[in-house]
């Protein structure tokens, strides 16, 4: 199984990458989460895209994502809700509209985050859901990792160092591992 994981931060000590970083180690065996980065992707602009098509960096994202089994968010709060950079990478994604079912639709996410405020990443989690919604994709609801205070968590390189947290994460990333798996053997044709 391959996941990848999308962090929405550009930082390059960011928490949120560094929760992404910290979970490559945790997944199971057999399991292979693949961190894609976003800082190639320019600001989305229909004329950027009419005159010039779907830049290479964002075609290159559609494909590495269509390859995998499962997307992992981990989302930063900025201003009680989503990331710019983030939400600008994933309306790249979704272009041309006609090409948003392939890389989106029925595509298996969760959505994680860390924040150095007191609660984590709960409001732009909850923010993504009409986003995931409109891209038709579906989310995993079996757990939520919020990891609020973040600086006390990470280290100043963007390192998990709380074990607590550590645990919190293992378990999501496991259970949303075991959703995948149950989704993926659920449309697959039994060889009874």
Same mark, same amino acid.
């Given at each position: 199984m391959k996941i990848i994981g999308i962090s929405g931060s550009l930082r390059r000590h960011s928490f949120n990458t560094g929760l992404l970083r910290a979970a490559v180690a945790l997944v199971p065996a057999g399991v292979e989460l693949e961190i894609a980065a976003i800082d190639e992707i320019p600001l989305y602009n229909a004329d950027v895209e009419a005159s010039e098509g779907i830049p290479r960096s964002v075609v290159a994202l559609k494909d590495r994502i269509v390859a995998a089994d499962a997307l992992l968010l981990s989302t930063p709060e900025?201003?009680?809700? +989503?990331?710019? *950079? &983030?939400?600008? !990478?994933? $309306?790249? &994604?979704?272009?041309?509209? !006609? #090409?948003?079912?392939? *890389?989106? @639709?029925? /595509? &298996? +996410?969760?959505?994680? @985050? !860390?924040?150095?405020?007191?609660? @984590?990443? +709960?409001?732009a989690q909850t923010a993504w859901l009409p986003i995931v919604r409109t891209l038709r994709m579906q989310p995993w609801f079996g757990g939520r990792l919020a990891v609020a205070h973040a600086g006390a968590a990470f280290?100043?390189?963007? *390192? %998990? /160092? #709380? $074990?607590? *947290? /550590? !645990?919190? %994460? /293992? $378990?999501? +990333?496991q259970g949303f591992v075991q959703f995948a798996a149950a989704s993926h053997a659920l449309k697959s044709p039994s060889s009874a």
């Amino acid at each position: 199984m391959k996941i990848i994981g999308i962090s929405g931060s550009l930082r390059r000590h960011s928490f949120n990458t560094g929760l992404l970083r910290a979970a490559v180690a945790l997944v199971p065996a057999g399991v292979e989460l693949e961190i894609a980065a976003i800082d190639e992707i320019p600001l989305y602009n229909a004329d950027v895209e009419a005159s010039e098509g779907i830049p290479r960096s964002v075609v290159a994202l559609k494909d590495r994502i269509v390859a995998a089994d499962a997307l992992l968010l981990s989302t930063p709060e900025y201003n009680n809700s +989503v990331s710019g *950079v &983030l939400k600008n !990478a994933i $309306d790249w &994604l979704s272009r041309p509209s !006609a #090409d948003s079912q392939r *890389v989106f @639709g029925g /595509r &298996l +996410v969760a959505i994680m @985050g !860390a924040s150095p405020g007191s609660y @984590g990443s +709960v409001q732009a989690q909850t923010a993504w859901l009409p986003i995931v919604r409109t891209l038709r994709m579906q989310p995993w609801f079996g757990g939520r990792l919020a990891v609020a205070h973040a600086g006390a968590a990470f280290d100043e390189t963007g *390192v %998990l /160092r #709380d $074990d607590k *947290v /550590r !645990a919190q %994460l /293992r $378990d999501f +990333v496991q259970g949303f591992v075991q959703f995948a798996a149950a989704s993926h053997a659920l449309k697959s044709p039994s060889s009874a």
